[in-house]
Nanobody, 127 residues
């Protein structure tokens, strides 16, 4: 089992940047596929980015491609989401998620594939 704690959210102007962090407990972090999801008010929680347990394969939602970068540091039990060129539509609560299932391709995008979730961190982008 793994516990996840997000940090790094805040208020930023459009065009700005934020770096989210997700610290995981447990000695088996390196075996988990990790992802970021987000949920805006009144909307479904949606996939943003994911990275395989080896850290060699990142996946991005179309809305994140070219602007966001997911990375992980297994020595620090931490996964990051670097967000650049932020837009007001990026405003949401961002959640870190972990999965120890075998994932491939589009299966990384599904909420149901992830068994562990953090409490979320608020990102607000002003216009």
């Amino acid at each position: 089992q793994v516990q996840l704690v997000e940090s790094g959210g805040g208020l930023v102007q459009a065009g700005g940047s934020l770096r989210l962090s997700c610290a995981a407990s447990g000695r088996t972090f390196s075996t988990y596929n990790m992802a970021w999801f987000r949920q805006a008010p009144g909307k479904e929680r949606e996939f943003v980015a994911a990275i395989s347990w080896r850290g060699s394969i990142p996946y991005y939602a179309d809305s994140a491609k070219g602007r966001f970068t997911i990375s992980r540091d297994n020595a620090k039990n931490t996964v990051y989401l670097q967000m650049n060129s932020l837009k007001p539509e990026d405003t949401a609560v961002y959640y870190c998620a972990a999965s120890n299932r075998y994932l491939y391709g589009s299966s990384y995008f599904g909420r149901s594939q992830y068994d562990y979730w953090g409490q979320g961190t608020q990102v607000t982008v002003s216009s």
